[in-house]
């Protein structure tokens, strides 16, 4: 079956105890993308990923690290987490590196610093 | 800089009903423009992907249309079910070189058995 997958799905930590978010994709996609969800201010782009070993910011990458080593997986990291990086994380995909396509999801981290 | 706004941020409407969802956005440089559907506690699954060329996409009972000159798109929902009850977004794909998503805050739409 054809998704993106993120693990953990829940996660609550402690501020400062660095942690990582798994993204992969089975789908061959060239783009990938992490996502901050917060009530009143929709969606927005973490990082994201043209292709192998090309990555670039989004609008709110601040306190985020990212790595594209392989296709298929692209790792969000928090180096030092604070508690107003308490979000729902979205992984994304899509086929093309220079042509925007249809993305596909994944099913979210739902990420609590204390 | 690109904002993308959705008006009314929540919608309620009887079982049966037409209903237009808007979605705008400032800056008419766009690659493409793409509705979502968002359930509760799930991930987004894309609906339609108008291409920045083209005026108006459908599938199904849901039909969208692109007018990029004035910074508008509108998802048209034909006879809404209660299954179609969400979140929808839309999303702008800036073209500067490499290119960004940048979403509107949705619209929650409860439709009513």
């Known amino acids: 079956e054809a998704q993106v997958t993120q693990n953990p799905r829940y996660l609550i930590t402690v501020t400062g105890k660095k942690l990582t978010v798994t993204c992969s994709q089975n789908?061959?996609?060239?783009?990938m993308s992490w996502y901050r969800q917060d009530p009143g201010l929709g969606l927005r782009q973490i990082y994201y990923?043209?292709?192998?070993?090309?990555?670039d910011k989004g609008d709110v990458p601040e306190g985020y690290k990212v790595s594209r080593k392989e296709k298929r997986n692209f790792p969000l990291i928090l180096e030092s987490p604070s508690p107003n990086q308490t979000s729902l994380y979205f992984c994304?995909?899509?086929f093309g590196s220079g042509t925007p396509d249809t993305q596909y999801f994944g099913p979210g981290t739902r990420l609590t610093v204390l | 800089k690109q904002e993308v706004t959705q008006i009314p941020a929540a919608l309620s409407v009887p079982e049966g009903e037409n209903l237009v969802l808007n979605c705008s956005f400032t800056?008419?440089?766009?690659?493409?423009l793409q509705w979502f559907r968002q359930d509760p506690g799930k991930g987004l699954t894309s609906l339609l992907l108008?291409?920045?060329?083209?005026r108006e996409q459908t599938s199904g009972r849901l039909n969208a249309s692109l007018d990029k000159s004035s910074g508008r798109s509108t998802l048209y929902i034909a006879a809404s079910q209660p299954g179609d009850s969400a979140t929808y977004l839309c999303?702008?794909?800036?073209?500067?070189?490499?290119?960004?998503?940048?979403f509107g805050t949705g619209t929650r739409l409860k439709v009513l058995a």
């Open positions: 994304a995909s899509s």
């Open positions: 789908m061959n996609h060239e783009y």
């Open positions: 990923s043209m292709n192998v070993e090309v990555t």
């Open positions: 800056d008419s440089a766009i690659y493409n």
């Open positions: 108008i291409q920045s060329s083209q």
């Open positions: 999303a702008v794909t800036t073209t500067s070189g490499t290119y960004k998503y940048i």
